[in-house]
Structures are given as C-alpha cells and as structure tokens.
C-alpha cells in the first residue's frame, strides 16, 4: 500500500485537474430540511466549493450512477415479421466520484460479486464500475450508522484512492497507478511517522463514536429459527409497502423490466427499472398466483435476502449499515430495531 | 391525410385493429382530454391507431358509430345517467377516463355538503339540477380507467398503444414513492409538506413531489396500500385530522377507505363544539 | 494541465475466463417454424436458431429453459419441451396466460422472436440409469416433463420401469394426446387421470394420488427403493406427492422438482425468481426435494 500526505488546499488542485477533462460528482447540500439540517445528495459538480466534503449521509447512495433507476436496456427497430436489436451499456466516458463514504464503496464491492463476479458478468453495472475513478472520504459516523456491526466502517479497496482528514492536511491511500500519477500533478509527500500516529489517533476516536449497533451472531440460523415469528406481522403492518428501503438502498439492485412499443409501431424498446421486493407484485407469477401476498412476508423476504441467502452465498451480509433505510422509512422501520426484534430482544 | 391513416398496421406481423374511438364529457374541466392535444409530436401517431369519431375539443361534427368511448368526468346529473347508458350500450370498451370518471374527482368534494346547500352556495335561487358526484362505475360498469387529474399523456399512449396490439393493459402497482426516489427528490415529509406518495398508485412520474408539491392521491390507492400506517405517519409528522382527511378526500379515490377517520375527524368537532 | 481519464469499453470485453459482457444480453435471433395448436390455451411453437452457426452451437439437457422475448412485448422464461438430441430447433409449450403469451398465440409462423439461453439446473438423467423412473405431472407440468420423457424414449434400455402418472383438470386441457401410443409403445406405462371427467371421457378420474396410492398397493416396498421420481405441476401437488413418495422411502435426493417463478434475466440478477434466498434460474428450476424441503416459501 501507498500512502501520501496532502494539504488541504491541494486538495482543490486535484480537483481542478480532473474536472478539467472529466466529469466529477460528489456530494452537495441539496436543500435544508424543516429543522434547517442540510439534506445531502450526489451530483454534477462542476466547481470545488460546491461540494460538501464533510456530509454526512447522502439521501439516496451513489448507486444511480451505476445502477440507473431507469435504464434502456435494448432497443429495436421493427420490420414486418422481424426486427433488430440494439443494445447500449448507456456510458461512453470515465467519470470522477469525489469523495464516497467507506460504507458506499463496500457497497459497490458488494455488487461487484452479484453484478461482476458471477458466471454472467452484467455489462451495464460493469461499463460504468470500471469507468469510475473513486476517491474514497472518511466520514462522522452518525446515530444511525451500524456499518461497524456490519464490518463496512473501513474499505479496503474498490477505490482509487482514500482521503482521511488529519486536521490541516489529509492521509491519502493509493490504490490505482491512475491515482498514484494523478498525485504526482499536485504537491504531496510520503508521510511521517508523526502521520501514521495521528492517522491512527482519528481512526480510533471514530470508533468510539457509533452508538448503533447490530448483533450478527448466528444471524442465519436465528433467521431461519424464526421464520414463522410474529415479529415480522408487526413490522408487516408498519410497512407502507412503498419500495423507499431498496430505493435508498446501496446494496439493493433488483429489477423489473418493462418492454414498450413506440406509438408509430416502428419501434419497442426494453427498460430496465429498480424495483423492490417489499412491493406487492414483485413474487407473482403469470397467471396470478403471489408467493408473497402479504407486506409482511415481503418486508421478511428483504431481510432475508440481505442477511441470510447473501451470507450463504458469499459469507458476507448484502448490509453496509449506512442506515439510509431506516432513515428514509417514514414508518420508522429500521434494520437494528427489527433484527434485535427478530432475536428477542424487546427494547 | 386520412387515406395514410388508414392503411392497416401490423406488428411482428400481427394484424393491428384500428378502433373506432370517440371521447365525451359528463361534469369536468375537459382537462384530461386538452393533454391528448397538447402532444402535437406525437398526435398523428395517436391517430394512426385510432380512428377518432367524435372528440369536442378537436374536432367539430362527429357519429356515434364507435367501438372505444373515452369519458371524461363524474356524474352529477340525471341527463349525464341516461348520456352514460347510452354510451355504454354504443361502446364495446368504456373508458374512465381521468380522476373524475374514475373516483368522482375534485367534483366529489361538495359530497361532504348537503345537496341543498351546494346548490344554494353556487347556483343562489337559480334553479339546477345537480346532485352527487359520482364515478362512471357506480352508474355502469367500466372496462378499463385512466387514472391521474390530469391523466399522463405518456400513459395514455401507452395504454392506447397496448389497445391497439391487444395486448394486455396494465398500471404501476406501486406507489409513487417509486417514481419520486427514482426522480432523486428530497421526500416531502422532510421539509414539512403532507405528501399521499406512499399510498397513491404511481405512474405520473412522481408530478408533483417532483415539484415540490405533495401528493394529493389523485390516481387513487396503490394495491395493498397501508392507509392506516399512512394516516398514523401524517399525524406523527403533526398534521391534524382535518388536514389529512381533506387530502385523502380530495380526489375521491381513497372513499373506500377513510369512513374511520373521517368519523374521528367528526367526533372531534363534536366534542369541540359541546 | 488537465488529466482525462481513460476509458474503458467493455464492449466484447473478456471479463472472466468463461463468458464475455457481450453475452448478457445477447438474443439469439430465432424463426417461429411451426405452430400446433394443443388445446384452447396452450400452443407447441417449433422454433430456429437463425444463423447456422449459433445453431449448430445451441445445446441444452433436459429441464432447462429458455427466455423467450417478443420485442415491445415482452420476455419470460419457458422450459424446452423438446428432445435435447433434437438439433436444428426447440419446442416450447406455452399457455395463454399473460400478455407475453397472449400476444404470442397472434403471431403467425415466420415470426421472428429472440431467444437467451439455455439456463438453469437439468433432470440429471444419467444419474438415473438402471433406476426405475416416475415421471409425474399435473397441468401444464407436462411441458417440462417431455424433454425427460422423450430421453427416456431415446435411451429406453438404460431404465428399469417407466412410469409416467399425468392428471389434469378435464380431458379437454390434456396436452400432448397425439403422443400417449408412442410412450406406451416404448414400454412406459402411461396412467392419465383427470379432475373432473366430461360425457366422453372413459378413463380415471380422481387426483394424481389416487394413482400413486394404487402403485403403492401394486408394488413392493423394494421397487420404491431404487426409483427416482421427476415432478413437474403446481407445487401443492408436487409437496402432496414428494411427501407420499417419501413414505415408500424413496430418498428425497432422488425427486427433482421444476419451480416456476417470474424471472427477468435468467442469470441471477433480478431476484424476481428468488425462493428464499436462492435463485430460481441459477440454483433451478430443477431441485431435488431435498434442496426444496430447505428452502423457505418453496412450496
């Protein structure tokens, strides 16, 4: 690993470096909420002083810019008894993400193993994650923050480089050669032991700061344990049914498609668009039958999915504890309070 | 013009019905059916598909020779009822079309009134006929409903689209949420603003959150939506019974559903007034 | 002083040892060669891989599926009703039951559709050899079922006792009754049974059970012991007759299953197929009862 030391007013200068040619995104503060708090979110940036480096939470995760909400995934030109197809991946140039949480890049290393690792690599997700030059922030973990329990407090890579803030400067981690030459246009230095001391000081003082938490211990089988409890009617008469969780979700990447054809008949296209279990006919089959009717065993089904088939299946949860969830829910639903339901115990 | 239109269209090499369609008015704004005109890019297309017969605000004259009617509006008077029937008894397919002809629409609010007193508040000593506001279904039966105040012109190609191959018609299933998540927009409820996104069938593409307006549910509940949950959550955020009872009553679609608390929004008067 | 980054096309991109990007959402483009009308709901679409190439490539075993796509009207998975030794062309049995499928019963013969595929899980029938075997379907359930079948019938010698148990709800929605001569002529034993019987039906009426109970009476307890069973129909009746199978100790790693869901992709990225956890169009559709005992909301 590499490690180099930044001033913060090189920092700026990075910036600019990229966005001569590049697009960049980055968080922003979108708007105030009705207790003046700052609503954060990621967008186009096209000047430094736009962006928020010390957001918090973003209201919805970077994933749109790799897993559009609404994505065109073929299009067909219709002759007669005959067509042709035409497929895009929808990207033709790199992009900078400027300054993404450890929790959101887990989060993409989370999809890289359903999207990329699999026997049937997805060209659209895979387009996009391999254009993306990521810089990595450190960030205050809130109240609602378990990425700790969820071990996505620390990122260990799926970036090109990780900025932490040391005060008047930043440690900065390479992880890409196009990192490494990039900080080779600003000022930066190897760093001193007295670095990697303080280095070390903020990341402990992080730690101390997460009050949420969740116990994954033996979560699998207690899932399975508890598949007939009534918890989950309770948390199923809560549920809106609304799809808000997956939506806010950087993990979720679930789809529907819906196929249409143009108005002049000359043309159809396929669209791909997120989807969520929680919503009602996301388990149906032609013909009508639902496997999952009920919000309850939809709700159930999300978790189960995140926290015990994703768990089998790569032995890790599809959960970096950003709390976007929970937050977002306006039923108060969130994934601490319902697991320790789950488990027993009642706060 | 009309000899291009009406050369039959195949798809994939399946013979595409042109329909005989023709659109009426009962008690409306004739709103729904301007946004059909509005899309000029794309009306020629619309026409192909259908051969319109008789549409008021696009052209004049018309026969009753149609095997598509659109209708527009709730039904408020007696006329309207034996207008319908007769519509129904023409048209192999009716089509509610928009909130009104779907829910009984903004017109269903003067409902909460005693007809006397409506007429009254807007007529004076003018002698009217007009009684509730009633959806197309509760005086015939209806084939397919085009939701939204005003419907979406995008929908509604769609929907005509898929008439047209005989393909299968279908809505969002899900609420707007969907939509408005997808649309990157700040939920409503965070900046104080009652919003019936949660429980409001989607398929407008988030309209009005999208600009910072809430929802005021106007294409009508979301399948399995969670009313109970939703009003518990308005209340929560601190809107009063009233405030939530006069949005979910707005459009009519949620009629079905608040009969509890609008009884509770009533008992509280009550007891104010005692 | 700018710094523009590369771009990386993963157009054709080798991503793994063993498929291309470009392969996700590659159709094989397909002519609809022959349409049998079966009953009044389902249809036998004969269908050809186009280009001679892709053709002579395609292979599939018996239980997989194919995602079938109409452009503008949609796509879904159907299981392959044909031989896998049959090369040139597929056969898919499909219901009118959506609007994919709806639209699908107007196309006429010369349609082009697309084809993505095969996937998923197959019948492991050489594990069979020398078993005796009980091929049982309900329904539509037949349409899975007669890719084994018809490698049973090409490959007779190798398997014991063949029994296919086949119910439906009246005589008019049995499909295939063209073919009932040739399995028996192969030496399967054929028992067809209906729900409810019309004025012309002389056979068995009753549920599928019935003739397993009888078989049951019939046979020892020695012939269950080296039997495998494949069950393809609704799940309340595969559970009813894998629970029944089980009680003759027919070990339940010895029943294979078809589930069916909605599926988008084929490929383990939707999760509209997901049972459980576990994806129908990965880990499937064929699961030996075992597996499906495990998995929640199966059945």
């Known amino acids: 690993m590499i490690f180099r030391i930044i001033k913060k007013t090189e920092l700026e200068k990075l910036f600019n470096v990229l966005s001569d040619e590049n697009r960049i995104i980055g968080p922003v503060e979108v708007g105030r909420d009705q207790d003046s708090q700052a609503i954060y979110g990621f967008r186009d940036v096209a000047d430094f002083r736009q962006l928020a480096l010390d957001y918090t939470t973003t209201s919805l995760p970077a994933k749109k810019y790799f897993l559009p909400y609404k994505e065109d995934m073929a299009t067909f030109r219709i002759d007669g008894k005959d067509w042709q197809k035409t497929v895009d991946y929808n990207i033709d140039a790199p992009f900078v993400f400027f300054g993404m949480h450890a929790c959101d890049i887990n989060a993409l290393n989370k999809l890289d193993k359903v999207l990329m690792g699999s026997v049937y690599p997805m060209p659209y997700y895979a387009a996009k994650r391999q254009n993306a030059f990521i810089i990595g922030i450190d960030c205050e973990p809130q109240t609602y923050c378990f990425c700790r329990s969820m071990g996505a407090d620390t990122v260990l890579h799926g970036f090109d480089m990780f900025i932490t803030d040391l005060g008047n400067r930043y440690f900065v981690e390479i992880q890409s050669d196009t990192a490494y030459n990039l900080l080779k246009k600003v000022r930066a230095e190897e760093p001193l032991e007295s670095d990697h001391v303080e280095y070390m000081h903020v990341i402990s003082e992080k730690k101390k700061k997460f009050t949420a938490q969740v116990d994954t211990t033996d979560l699998t089988k207690i899932l399975d344990m508890e598949f007939q409890s009534d918890v989950w009617k309770q948390w199923g008469e809560k549920c809106l049914g609304c799809g808000t969780c997956a939506n806010v979700c950087p993990t979720c990447y679930c789809y529907s498609i819906e196929e249409n054809v143009r108005i002049d008949l000359k043309a159809a296209n396929k669209n791909k668009i997120l989807y969520s279990c929680n919503l009602i006919d996301f388990a149906e089959v032609a013909g009508g039958h639902n496997f999952r009717p009920e919000r309850h065993s939809r709700l159930k089904y999300r978790y189960y999915h995140k926290h015990r088939g994703f768990v089998e299946a790569y032995e890790e949860s599809l959960c970096v504890g950003c709390g976007r969830c929970g937050e977002a829910c306006l039923a108060d639903i969130t994934v601490p309070e319902v697991i320790s339901s789950v488990r027993g115990e009642t706060s | ?274 | 002083m700018g710094s523009k980054l590369a771009f990386s096309d993963v157009v054709n991109q080798k991503h793994h040892r063993r498929s291309d990007l470009g392969a996700f959402e590659h159709t094989y483009k397909a002519e609809i060669t022959s349409i049998h009308r079966l009953t009044d709901l389902e249809n036998l679409y004969r269908i050809k891989i186009i280009d001679a190439a892709e053709r002579e490539r395609f292979e599939f075993q018996p239980g997989q599926f194919l995602m079938l796509e109409l452009p503008g009207i949609g796509e879904a998975p159907f299981s392959i009703s044909s031989s896998p030794s049959r090369r040139g062309d597929v056969e898919l049995c499909i219901r009118n039951a959506g609007s994919l499928t709806s639209f699908l019963s107007r196309v006429e013969r010369g349609t082009h559709v697309g084809l993505r595929g095969p996937f998923g899980t197959s019948f492991p029938m050489e594990k069979m050899h020398g078993q005796n075997i009980l091929l049982i379907a309900g329904g539509l359930g037949i349409a899975p079922l007669r890719a084994p079948i018809a490698h049973v019938q090409e490959n007779r010698s190798r398997f014991n006792n063949v029994d296919i148990i086949y119910g439906t709800k009246d005589p008019a929605h049995l499909l295939f009754t063209y073919q009932y001569d040739m399995w028996r002529a192969d030496d399967i034993r054929l028992s067809v049974i209906v729900d409810k019987a019309d004025a012309a039906w002389t056979g068995r009426v009753g549920m599928i059970t019935k003739i397993l109970e009888e078989m049951f009476a019939e046979r020892g307890d020695a012939f269950f012991q080296n039997t495998c069973a494949i069950i393809c129909g609704p799940p309340v009746m595969f559970k009813f007759v894998c629970n029944m199978l089980n009680t003759k100790d027919v070990p339940m790693q010895k029943m294979f299953v078809s589930l069916e869901r909605r599926m988008h992709c084929g490929m383990g990225k939707c999760c509209r197929c997901n049972v459980g956890s576990t994806y129908t169009c990965l880990s499937g559709p064929v699961f030996d009862y075992w597996t499906v005992m495990n998995l929640k909301e199966a059945i």
């Open chain 2, 1 to 274: 013009m009309s000899d291009t239109l009406a050369k039959p269209k195949t798809y994939l090499g399946v013979p595409v019905h042109r329909p005989k369609v023709a659109f009426f008015e009962l008690s409306s704004c004739e709103g729904c059916q301007l946004q059909l005109l509005n899309n000029e890019a794309t009306l020629l297309d619309f026409l192909s598909l259908m051969e319109v017969v008789r549409f008021r605000e696009g052209m004049t004259g018309g026969t009753d020779d149609y095997e598509i009617a659109f209708v527009e509006g709730s039904v408020t008077r007696q006329d309207e009822v034996e207008r319908l029937k007769k519509i129904r008894e023409t048209a192999k397919v009716l089509v509610a079309f928009g909130s009104c002809a779907c829910f009984g629409g903004v017109n269903q609010l003067k409902n909460r009134f005693s007809m006397d007193q409506v007429r009254k508040e807007v007529y004076g000593d003018h002698p009217i006929d007009t009684d509730v506001a009633r959806p197309l279904e509760s005086v015939v039966p209806v084939d397919l409903r085009i939701y939204g105040c005003p419907v979406k012109k995008e929908e509604v190609e769609k929907i005509v689209t898929r008439l047209a191959l005989g393909s299968e018609v279908f809505y969002p299933r899900y609420p707007v949420c969907m939509e408005c998540k997808a649309n990157g927009n700040i939920c409503l409820f965070e900046l104080g603003e009652p919003c019936l996104g949660p429980i409001t069938r989607a398929g407008c593409d988030s309209w009005c959150p999208s600009n910072r307006a809430g929802c005021w549910g106007c294409r009508g509940p979301a399948d399995d939506m969670n009313i109970t949950q939703m009003v518990s959550i308005m209340e929560k955020y601190g809107f009063s019974r009233e405030t939530i009872v006069d949005r979910l009553e707005c459009f009519g679609g949620f009629s079905a559903h608040i009969e509890t608390f609008r009884d509770a929004v009533d008992i509280r008067e009550k007891v104010q007034k005692t």
